[in-house]
């Protein structure tokens, strides 16, 4: 696991203007949000391999990974 | 912003097998994971204030939250 700060994700829910949220809960969101970074990550190397096997992942290998797994998400 | 770790971000990257990353996709990847974040938990307010007006957000909300969100994404 990437070890995500729990004040961090805690914060973010909060913000998105919970009164009070559990702590499964946020653990929850923390586990969430690192499969979703794995996911464009994964995509990302991809992208980047397969651009002329280019062995540093950019921004834009970042940019399109996401687009291509949001499909009709808007984020 | 929430400030997520770089280092830990980085490191999902590296993780996903990305020999080298630019700064810049660490921070695009970060980026993108606090937009997923904040889609995921104001779904889960809104889940939670439909259940009776729940005032605390919990793992069910976030679970629920995240498959409508992903819809056929699976992470």
Same mark, same amino acid.
């Given at each position: 696991?990437?070890?995500?700060? /729990?004040? $961090? =994700?805690?914060?973010?829910?909060? %913000?998105? !203007?919970?009164?009070?949220?559990?702590?499964?809960? =946020? /653990?929850?969101?923390?586990?969430? @949000?690192?499969?979703?970074?794995?996911?464009?990550? *994964?995509? *990302? =190397?991809?992208?980047?391999? %397969?651009? !002329? *096997?280019? $062995?540093?992942? @950019?921004?834009?290998? =970042?940019?399109?990974?996401?687009?291509?797994?949001? !499909?009709?998400?808007?984020?």
């Amino acid at each position: 696991m990437a070890d995500l700060p /729990y004040a $961090t =994700v805690r914060r973010i829910m909060k %913000n998105a !203007g919970a009164k009070r949220v559990s702590k499964d809960a =946020v /653990y929850e969101l923390m586990r969430l @949000m690192e499969l979703y970074a794995e996911k464009v990550a *994964s995509t *990302s =190397v991809s992208i980047a391999e %397969n651009a !002329g *096997s280019r $062995t540093t992942v @950019m921004k834009d290998d =970042v940019r399109i990974s996401a687009e291509e797994i949001h !499909g009709v998400i808007s984020l």
